[in-house]
């Protein structure tokens, strides 16, 4: 045996790891060890697969070697029912082990998937991942043995209904799997695919690595190559050549789903940081689309941070894009904010080639604050969705008006999705709702309830209201902290806790307002809303005073932990509570009638759980029948090859952002655009007409482009103007 193989098979000689970035014990040969240990193993791949695994029900894990996967999945889904196939005796005595030592009822079947059931002869490797029935070509033949090969049809029957994952590893003999599996593909209608795709092997068992490609597509399968360095994605063009994905790799695992439930989807987030509840609950969307629908997921990040590190724990790849917002909660000074779209559009352009390589099905912005999710798709001509949970509270900046900005977004997206009824009234009454939908944050993830929490109450037997709305001031505190003051004027023990403090103005505008009412000693201002779950699993009521439309993650988590919450009849918390049965409201403002409401429970303890169990049990049915996951997969797949909607709005914008004009310049020209708005008919025409320029031109040759718009938008332009041209 050659020495690099030596012990591959020497049971007495295992190792015992545990796995680089996912943590669980596994015995391998020596030669493993730098696999498993000594770095994360396929790590996009494994980490797709981990996530996938939460929503699956079975697992076919086809050349499973010391199970590796097999023990991944049964980790993440101690339900899933698990099948692993490998047909080399030392193997299988060590995957069978790797399985016990983790307690995992999985099945190990001794066999071969091939296209056909009966003895074959199969060649076994000295390299013990590399045996086929026809081994890998770059380790010697040990032995060639007969061995029993069955069809995976064969097991169609021990499956319970819903999603399956396929995992092939087989050096070669892929399509002789795919062959096999005619009943699986006909019976189970959410069949995903992990296939090692590896021409060296394909062409050593007669088959054309291209060959394999069709048979995916005509199969009716979507593929994407994993890329485990990069840890990103790339969509494959199942009609190319092969190499044009493969580069210089020896092999890569391809995710297959099929091409009616096939979605990539690239976000937009203007944050990097997993600290407010928007970045969870965009956290939690894109880890249930992957595992709940099969769905690929990617999100755009100004720099990485924990939210980048979060998303790929979840097989979401991260791509750093630093881009600025082109409106916030604070003013943005009008040079700095052009100046700031000036280059974030160009580090956009640039980074186009990298987005065109991913060939998502829809781009997605998952805030009104920033537009580059919208660019990006109206410059590769991609469907694209705006994902409003706020807007009211912003302020628009130099760019437009804020009507005009909701215009804007409304232009500029094939579909709008806001994050509550409210909102959806408030900022696009009248709008068709097949054209702007209301989604929830139906699967969040709640704090820990298991092991001793340290306690945050500075007062014994105190009332702890949680107020759910962010800080700054001015967002319905002022009645929370009033109604707070006389509460305990009147001899009520209370105590407040605030979430969300992390701009020193802000705090040092609230610890203003809390002294003017009395109230430093009784409240907590704890910072950043994720460090705010301790006291939120310990307070008693929720409270939501801010007169927004939308609608603040912490109260949907307050009601899921059993807490009722007190809230103003505006909000979009109003929509998700019974007034009267599983909490009250009050009108913004009417701190006399919040006095009252919070009075009630007060005076009433026992109603507190009462309150708080009926909101629980309400809420579920409330959020699932607006479940973000679900309304975005049903919204994606119905735009998917639909065309970008090509807002002028948004174009105007661009083209200014294209030739970095000064703020005086920008408003003089807005003016006149303003004007020319009024001519609908005019501007219709011209629209028409530039939409036969944007669909002929390539995104790389948008500047050329641009200006042919501008100058048919400004027909008198400077003569520097014109020699730009």
């Known amino acids: 045996m050659n020495e690099p193989f030596a012990e591959d098979f020497d049971l007495d000689r295992l190792v015992r790891v545990k796995a680089a970035r996912f943590g669980f014990d596994l015995f391998t040969v020596p030669r493993f060890v730098k696999h498993y240990a000594g770095q994360a193993y396929e790590e996009m791949t494994a980490l797709l697969v981990r996530q996938n695994a939460s929503g699956i029900c079975a697992f076919l894990d086809v050349g499973a070697h010391h199970g590796f996967y097999s023990v991944l999945v049964g980790l993440r889904n101690p339900h899933c029912r698990i099948l692993a196939f490998e047909p080399v005796p030392g193997n299988l005595e060590i995957l069978r082990r790797n399985l016990a030592i983790h307690g995992l009822a999985a099945e190990t079947v001794p066999c071969a998937a091939a296209d056909r059931d009966g003895p074959m002869p199969f060649q076994v490797s000295q390299a013990s991942d590399r045996s086929g029935f026809i081994a890998n070509p770059t380790a010697p033949i040990l032995r060639t043995v007969a061995v029993q090969a069955v069809r995976l049809d064969q097991y169609v029957d021990r499956l319970v209904p819903g999603p399956v994952l396929v995992k092939i590893d087989v050096e070669g003999g892929e399509t002789s799997v795919l062959q096999g599996m005619s009943g699986l593909f006909a ?318 103005g802000d705090a040092a505008e609230l610890k203003a307002l809390g002294e003017r009412e009395g109230l430093t000693p009784f409240i907590h201002d704890i910072g950043p809303a994720s460090d705010a779950r301790a006291f939120l699993q310990q307070a008693d009521i929720g409270l939501s005073c801010s007169p927004s439309p939308g609608l603040g993650r912490a109260v949907i988590e307050a009601l899921l932990l059993g807490k009722p919450v007190v809230c103003s009849d505006t909000g979009g918390a109003a929509e998700l509570i019974a007034d009267g049965v599983s909490g009250l409201v009050y009108s913004p403002g009417d701190r006399e009638q919040l006095v009252e409401k919070l009075r009630f429970f007060l005076d009433h303890p026992e109603r507190i759980r009462q309150f708080g169990d009926r909101a629980r049990q309400d809420l579920f049915s409330k959020l699932s029948r607006h479940a973000d996951d679900q309304v975005i997969a049903q919204i994606g797949l119905a735009l998917v090859g639909q065309p970008n909607p090509y807002s002028s709005h948004l174009l105007r914008l661009m083209l200014d952002w294209e030739h970095g004009e000064s703020e005086a310049q920008y408003r003089e020209q807005i003016e006149g655009l303003t004007q020319r708005a009024r001519r609908a008919e005019t501007l219709a025409a011209a629209r028409e007409r530039e939409l036969k320029d944007i669909r002929r031109t390539r995104a790389w040759r948008i500047a050329q482009f641009c200006w042919k718009v501008r100058a048919r938008l400004f027909p008198g332009g400077s003569a520097r103007k014109e020699g730009r041209n």
């Open 187 to 504: 019976q189970i209608e959410d069949l995903r695919i992990v296939l090692e795709f590896n021409p060296h092997c394909l062409e050593a068992n007669g088959v054309s690595p291209q060959s394999l490609l069709a048979q995916l597509g005509d199969l009716g399968y979507v593929a994407f190559a994993m890329h485990e360095e990069e840890r990103q994605y790339e969509k494959v063009d199942l009609g190319r050549d092969w190499h044009s994905f493969l580069g210089d790799r020896r092999h890569v695992n391809l995710f297959c789903q099929r091409k009616e439930r096939s979605l990539s989807l690239c976000f937009f987030s203007p944050s990097s940081a997993l600290g407010g509840g928007s970045e969870r609950s965009l956290l939690e969307l894109t880890g249930n689309l992957v595992s709940e629908h099969g769905s690929l997921c990617s999100v755009v990040v100004p720099r990485r941070g924990s939210l980048a590190e979060a998303l790929e724990e979840r097989g979401v790849p991260a791509l750093p894009l630093e881009v600025g917002p082109w409106c916030s909660s604070a003013p943005l000074p009008a040079e700095t904010a052009f100046e700031s779209m000036h280059r974030s559009y160009y580090r956009l352009r640039f980074f186009l080639p990298e987005l065109e390589r991913l060939s998502p099905d829809l781009f997605l912005t998952d805030t009104a604050a920033v537009p580059w999710g919208a660019v990006a798709a109206l410059l590769l001509d991609r469907p694209h969705v705006w994902m409003i949970r706020e807007l009211g509270d912003l302020d628009p900046g130099p760019f437009y008006p804020l009507g005009r900005l909701v215009d804007t977004i409304r232009e500029a997206s094939n579909h709008l999705v806001v994050g509550s009824e409210a909102l959806r009234s408030a900022l696009f009454p009248g709008m068709d709702p097949s054209q702007c939908s209301v989604a929830y944050p139906a699967h969040i993830d709640l704090p820990a309830l298991e092991g001793t929490r340290p306690a945050v109450s500075r007062l014994p037997d105190s009332t702890k209201l949680f107020i759910a709305d962010p800080i700054p001031p001015g967002n319905g505190l002022e009645d929370a902290l009033g109604a707070a003051a006389e509460l305990i004027r009147l001899g009520y023990r209370l105590e407040l806790c605030l979430a969300g403090g992390e701009n020193e």
